[in-house]
């Protein structure tokens, strides 16, 4: 997000935003409540999905009143407030109409807007957003008031800290580089004083009445299986606002920079535009690899948990940097272990050998399988019987090993890479016998 930014007036208030690319159609992302746009391009994540949206638009980005670098001495806005700041933005960008996409919270601002202002809105998209807050007779789904109050004092007192990550993605808490992205976006956001008046003008707001009164095209998505926003809201949304398009996406990732980003990129694209980019192939092949730490449980006994988390800090530094000294792509971390591809896999099984020499420093042992086959992308991750198959062979290795599968050893005729071959193995899951080779270098 290489791009300045801007401050809009809203009576006395300076709203920051950034402008992105210079597509034909105006798109104006409004982030949940709490943002920095000094933030968004810290996490490749977010700032590969934005970055794609402005092959068909011209992207507004805001911080929010009360948030980021938007002046933050009148705490966060009222609906009424954020509708008249984003009109500002609009007016300081010369924007006639804008397409306008809210997640989560944002999209009840967005409703508002669009239903209020329907000649400066050209369409609405609401991705995992939600009506109401708190449980009514026609919304069921929604927590209750006590358990409203209780996640609310769970966040206030978990804000700012990795631990945080599990209410805003669950399904990326193991990540360290999310979790660690996700508490520094909430300390430069707002500090926790601001918190209990935000979340009391959260918790009262109730968009209901307002959904049939949108007249703007509008389209509605959400994942299958959100598991912070249930996907009964998105049902609601697209049920009560007239004519709207709804879309129900495969995954569980809340974030919508998560998971298969590209499918709502495309999706919005298309509403937009009338036509969606060609995805890229969503099968290709590649060399898989699989480490773990050895003992890992016992070493975490022995050293205790603040000094076993700084070495495995450290541990995850070593995979990355490796990674990318042999041009290979983390996937995931997983636990003390990781997964990560490559497009050839003499550089893989290089990696993994200086993986393995520079964590000895630290006092760890890890073990290694490869695989080379064809797998499935799936937005940030990858999939098919090949990871399985790479999982399984890491799994037979011992302490200091590298096994590979048969699949490996013609591949890199030539490289000067040794083998000693095993026997013939089943592996769990997957049919026939499997021929392993144990890396000599």
């Given at each position: 997000m290489a791009s300045p930014v801007r401050y809009a007036k809203?009576?006395?208030?300076?709203i920051a935003y950034r402008l992105l690319g210079d597509?034909?159609?105006?798109?104006?992302?409004?982030?949940?409540?709490?943002?920095?746009l000094d933030l968004y391009d810290s996490w490749a994540p977010v700032a590969r999905a934005l970055e794609a949206f402005t092959r068909f638009a011209r992207v507004i980005v805001v911080d929010r009143r009360g948030t980021g670098?938007?002046?933050?001495?009148?705490?966060?806005?009222?609906?009424?407030?954020?509708?008249?700041?984003?009109?500002?933005?609009?007016?300081?960008?010369?924007?006639?109409?804008v397409a306008l996409t809210g997640f989560n919270e944002s999209g009840s601002l967005c409703a508002l807007l669009a239903a209020t202002h329907p000649e400066r809105i050209s369409a609405l998209v609401l991705y995992a957003s939600y009506a109401a807050t708190v449980r009514q007779d026609d919304y069921p789904w929604a927590p209750t008031p006590e358990e409203r109050d209780q996640q609310i004092a769970f966040m206030i007192e978990a804000w700012g800290q990795e631990d945080f990550a599990f209410i805003l993605n669950p399904t990326s808490q193991d990540d360290p580089g999310f979790r660690e992205w996700s508490a520094k976006w909430q300390r430069n956001s707002v500090t926790r004083d601001a918190l209990p008046a935000a979340y009391d003008v959260?918790?009262?707001?109730?968009?209901?009445?307002?959904?049939p009164l949108i007249r703007v095209p509008s389209l509605v998505l959400h994942r299958k299986d959100d598991q912070l926003?249930?996907?009964?809201?998105?049902?609601?949304l697209a049920e009560k606002i007239p004519g709207a398009t709804y879309v129900e996406l495969e995954g569980d990732?809340?974030?919508?920079?998560?998971?298969?980003?590209?499918?709502?990129?495309?999706?919005?694209?298309?509403?937009?535009?009338?036509?969606?980019?060609q995805r890229?192939?969503?099968?290709?092949?590649?060399?898989?690899?699989?480490?773990?730490?050895?003992?890992?449980?016992?070493?975490?006994?022995?050293?205790?948990?603040?000094?076993?988390?700084?070495?495995?800090?450290?541990?995850?530094?070593?995979?990355?940097?490796?990674?990318?000294?042999?041009?290979?792509?983390?996937?995931k971390t997983i636990g003390d272990g990781a997964l990560a591809t490559f497009d050839g896999p003499a550089r893989a099984i290089r990696c993994a050998c200086r993986i393995r020499e520079r964590v000895k420093a630290l006092g760890l042992e890890?073990?290694?399988?490869?695989?080379?086959?064809?797998v499935e992308i799936r937005g940030d991750d990858v999939g098919g019987i090949a990871v399985h198959i790479g999982a399984r062979v890491s799994e037979l290795a011992g302490p200091g090993e590298l096994l590979v599968s048969s699949a490996i050893p013609s591949l890199v005729a030539g490289s000067g890479i040794e083998f000693e071959e095993r026997d013939e193995v089943e592996l769990k899951g997957i049919q026939g016998r499997w021929r392993l080779y144990r890396a000599l270098l």
């Open positions: 809203s009576g006395d208030i300076h597509g034909p159609v105006d798109l104006m992302f409004v982030p949940v409540w709490t943002s920095n670098l938007s002046d933050r001495t009148h705490g966060i806005a009222t609906l009424e407030e954020g509708m008249d700041d984003l009109l500002a933005v609009l007016d300081d960008v010369g924007s006639e109409q959260l918790a009262r707001t109730d968009v209901r009445h307002v959904l926003v249930s996907v009964a809201n998105g049902r609601y990732d809340h974030i919508p920079f998560l998971g298969d980003w590209e499918a709502i990129v495309d999706e919005i694209e298309e509403f937009l535009t009338g036509t969606r980019r890229e192939p969503d099968r290709v092949l590649a060399t898989i690899l699989f480490t773990d730490v050895v003992g890992s449980s016992r070493k975490a006994a022995e050293l205790g948990d603040r000094r076993w988390k700084e070495v495995l800090d450290r541990h995850d530094e070593v995979v990355r940097s490796e990674l990318e000294r042999f041009n290979g792509r983390l996937v890890t073990r290694a399988g490869l695989h080379t086959g064809e």
